[in-house]
């Protein structure tokens, strides 16, 4: 089963709002022949395009190969939030890897979100980058959680931006009483997702990356130098650096086994009108709850809300994506029942067990960093930018990221996605009760 083509067609994007709404971006042509270059970067998300454009500002001679489009996998389709911390709440993180460690990985994760902005302040990315995530939580009894949560990063990390909320402010600010509470974040924020990736792309050219789009690889033979090849091509690289995450496939079984691609699906409502918009999300920030498959939703520039929720146990997407979606956001917002919704599609993400991201060196010249379990805007983007480093000669925090402690899936490649399906049945049906 092939993740790049079983749910979407060769070379197009998406029918989703973001690709409807997207800046316009050039056909790069595939890779034909043989070439060779100092890296060789696979994937062109958001990992796959910091890694190029930070490795020839770098002064190195970089290829960056897709497989389909730039900015067509979990890059282009995502939820758009940026969001602080690693996707591992502090408390449990101090517990896998210690205090002293787990700050060090705090402090990433502000780095991410402080990398983000200043790519988009550097190449002028028109992404429509908006201040403010709102955390929401579901259940009365885990506020106390949701308030040590504020507490701890507040004192003991040192972050400001952030603030608990109960239940009644939390109802002025969201058109729903569904909410116990929650924490809000004017430290993160959210943006067009697909737009992102394309400014990322346009400043990797800009810096003398040659990027190659239809250019599926087909296999990588380790060596000094490595030899990358796809269908009907080949790349000589010193040194390679992979960011195809979800859509990794075969090319590195050893990443296969602790990163699980999962679906998750999203859509769009007609544009509501400022006025409509703001009594469904008050202050335009984006919002994501404690449903353990998370409902997240923000407003887009032209006012419509854009849902994502729902689960699917397969690979290949189900015909009813729209339902999917709708069903969660009429349940955060009845008052919707009767709005059209214009755009549904679905996304391919890599999952961890842990739930952090894996980063790790396959081979002394071949990097890779993937997983980043829904966390992944700004993680996988400084993700991207370690892998730069390291390949560089300054490892300390890519090392920092690839120490964490992982697991493999249980069941290997072929049983993990029927044993998390029966995971996810339960944790389903934990959250409806």
């Given amino acids: ?102 700050r060090a990985l705090w402090d990433l994760a502000e780095e991410s979100k402080s990398l983000v902005r200043s790519l988009i302040r550097d190449h002028e990315i028109a992404c429509g980058y908006t201040k403010g995530v709102l955390h929401t939580e579901l259940r009365r009894k885990n506020l106390g959680h949701t308030r040590a949560y504020v507490e701890k990063v507040q004192k003991e990390y040192g972050y400001q931006d952030i603030a608990y909320w109960d239940r009644e402010q939390v109802c002025a600010a969201l058109g729903t009483r569904a909410y116990q509470g929650g924490s809000m974040d004017w430290g993160a924020g959210h943006l067009h997702p697909l737009n992102f990736a394309l400014g990322l792309a346009r400043a990797c050219e800009t810096a003398g990356v040659r990027i190659f789009e239809n250019s599926r690889v087909t296999g990588i033979t380790k060596g000094d130098p490595a030899t990358i090849a796809t269908d009907s091509a080949q790349v000589s690289a010193r040194f390679v650096a992979l960011g195809a995450n979800g ?105 961890t067990m842990n739930r952090m991201p894996d980063f790790r060196r396959i081979a002394g010249n071949i990097l890779s960093a993937s997983g980043y379990s829904g966390h992944g805007v700004a993680m996988a983007t400084l993700g991207g930018r370690l892998m730069a480093d390291a390949i560089a000669g300054t490892a300390e925090k890519f090392d920092l990221m690839a120490d964490v402690p992982g697991t493999d899936f249980p069941g290997g490649v072929r049983l993990r996605l029927p044993l998390l399906a029966l995971a996810m049945t339960w944790y389903s049906l934990r959250d409806r009760l």
């Fill in 1 to 102: 089963m092939d993740l790049l083509f079983i749910n979407d067609r060769p070379g197009e994007y998406p029918a989703s709002y973001y690709a409807a709404s997207a800046a316009p971006a050039p056909t790069r042509p595939a890779l034909e022949g043989k070439l060779s270059c100092d890296v060789c970067v696979i994937g062109g998300g958001y990992t796959g395009l910091s890694a190029a454009l930070h490795l020839a500002q770098k002064g190195y001679d970089t290829i960056l190969l897709e497989a389909q489009r730039v900015g067509f996998g979990a890059s282009g389709r995502n939820g758009g939030q940026v969001g602080s911390g690693q996707r591992v709440d502090p408390d449990d993180l101090e517990g896998m890897v210690g205090k002293t460690r787990a």
């Fill in 247 to 351: 859509y990794l496939g075969d090319l590195a079984p050893q990443v296969a086994r602790r990163v699980m691609p999962i679906n998750n699906f999203i859509v769009a409502t007609r544009p509501l009108g400022t006025d409509i918009a703001r009594t469904l999300i008050r202050d335009n920030v984006a919002v994501a709850d404690s449903k353990f498959v998370v409902n997240y939703f923000r407003l887009s520039e032209d006012r419509r809300l854009l849902f994502g929720g729902g689960e699917s146990y397969g690979y290949r997407f189900p015909g009813n994506l729209e339902e999917r979606a709708r069903k969660p956001m009429l349940e955060i917002f009845p008052q919707l029942s009767g709005v059209e919704i214009e755009y549904a599609w679905g996304g391919t993400l890599g999952i």
